[in-house]
């Protein structure tokens, strides 16, 4: 008779649930291409840094990275200009923070090409984040012109500009029951690039009749923008104030899952 331990009962489970399950998993590509800083480090050599799923620092992203990872994607980043053949096996593709020059010798800018390219892949049923700044730290002009394809535009202002460590003057509440922002009740953001919304484009999240995150549907695809990088890891790590409520980090978790939920299932 033939002993069948427990251990190579879950063997063989995980034989035969494995391959469905790699086969679903959603892949988010970050930009490395517009966002394209370095500094140097402690050894005196040039690192990329800001934005990134590698930064641990506070100017990274790698808890957002992580929030994508428990919630089952895999990750890329993308160091080269986003074509049809660069973008394949994307599911997310997220552009943040175009360079200036004050950033970068030689910023990338978003030319006509990329656009074509980037619209075309939404329209195939891929998703993306556009992620600005205020218009002394990002580069709009050329952002914009690609974000005007779904409706968007980033405005030209500072809302809730916050001076010094007065962090409730980046106070956002999230309405109850909101069905996006599902855990967060308070967000964090600060010297917003409010949004300019026509159709198709629709707001996602208003603070007193400005709108912060806006969304459209393009194609099979989504897009998804908001003026500030929110989620890197300086407010999602405990920076803030614990008494003073801010979820950034739940409003991170709830937007992933929201995103990852928005990828057309495979042969639809």
């Known amino acids: 008779m033939i002993r069948i331990t427990t251990y190579y ?128 730290n990002a580069e709009l002009p050329h952002l914009n012109v690609l974000a005007a394809k779904f409706g968007i535009h980033f405005n030209d202002d500072l809302y809730k500009h916050v001076i010094g460590t007065q962090f409730e003057m980046g106070a956002i509440n999230v309405p109850a029951n909101d069905p996006v922002f599902k855990t967060a009740k308070k967000v964090y953001l600060k010297d917003i690039a409010t949004l300019q919304l026509s159709a198709p484009a629709k707001p996602l999240l208003v603070d007193d009749n400005h709108v912060i995150v806006g969304t459209a549907r393009y194609g099979k695809g989504r897009v998804v923008a908001v003026g500030d990088p929110w989620f890197y890891n300086e407010y999602t790590n405990g920076r803030l104030p614990a008494a003073m409520g801010f979820d950034n980090d739940k409003a991170a978790d709830d937007l992933s899952k929201w995103l990852l939920d928005q990828v057309p299932v495979k042969g639809n």
């Open 9 to 136: 009962i879950l063997l063989i489970i995980g034989l035969m649930v494995s391959p469905p399950l790699l086969a679903q998993q959603k892949t988010v590509t970050l930009d490395y291409y517009f966002n394209n800083e370095y500094r140097k480090n402690k050894a005196g050599e040039q690192e990329r840094y800001h934005y990134t799923w590698e930064d641990i620092k506070s100017s990274g992203f790698s808890i957002w990275g992580d929030i994508f990872k428990k919630n089952g994607a895999g990750l890329k980043s993308l160091e080269n200009e986003p074509t049809q053949d660069n973008l394949k096996g994307t599911d997310i593709y997220i552009i943040v923070d175009p360079d200036t020059k004050k950033e970068t010798s030689n910023p990338h800018y978003i030319e006509s090409r990329h656009i074509k390219a980037i619209a075309d892949w939404v329209k195939r049923g891929g998703v993306l984040i556009l992620m600005a700044n205020d218009s002394a």
